[in-house]
């Protein structure tokens, strides 16, 4: 598969410090401002997520195409498509009402490593500490991509710092040199 004939991939997750994304499948941390960063960036978008990403989801996120990669069967409500692999979800049609440009992978750590290699753009909130966890994001070269943009922020992270002290952290969007 060409990465040409694919649309613009970007990969959007929040990652600490020490590369933790998360625990318990979950996040590890309660982050309302990444949580609008996150809407901001994908609505009317295509979202690409694993099995595990889609059932820690509270339901639909609303103005979004979900698909869910997943080799078994699932059961899921009208609206959210299924596909057997990424490469099967970066080519299924876009509906009409959805933009055109981009698709969003939104996780879980499998997803990510397959996707990496594809991705024209990375959208991370950096959190400045190192986190306990059980997921990580996939070590990637920073020589290969340039940063466009940072937003810093400094905010109390539930769970970044069990003090509660406020905990800098930062809405990063990278793209990729060659494309």
């Known amino acids: 598969m060409s990465a040409h004939s694919l649309p613009h ?3 959007i997750a929040a990652v600490a410090a020490n590369g933790v994304m998360g625990r318990d499948g979950g996040m590890p941390w309660h982050l309302p401002a990444d949580f609008r960063y996150f809407k901001q960036k994908t609505m009317g978008h295509r979202i690409i997520m694993g099995r595990r990403t889609w059932q820690s989801l509270p339901g639909l996120l609303p103005g979004r195409e979900h698909v869910v990669v997943s ?11 299924l ?3 990424l490469q099967q979800a970066l ?10 440009d981009r698709v969003f992978v939104i996780g879980g750590a499998q997803i990510y490593a397959q996707a990496l290699d594809l991705a024209d753009s990375l959208y991370l909130t950096e ?3 190192a986190v306990e966890g059980d997921t990580f994001f996939p ?3 920073r020589s290969a991509f ?11 992270i539930a769970s970044a710092d069990p003090s509660g002290a406020p905990v800098p952290f930062a ?8 494309r």
């Open 83 to 85: 596909a057997c692999s």
């Open 9 to 11: 991939i970007a990969l």
């Open 146 to 156: 340039v940063e466009v943009s940072r937003e810093s922020q400094q905010v109390p």
């Open 139 to 141: 070590p990637w070269d």
């Open 127 to 129: 959190i400045d500490a």
């Open 71 to 81: 080799s078994q069967p699932l059961q899921l409500p009208p609206g959210v498509r």
């Open 171 to 178: 809405f990063v969007h990278y793209r990729r040199r060659d």
């Open 91 to 100: 080519q299924l049609p876009l509906p009409g009402d959805m933009v055109q």
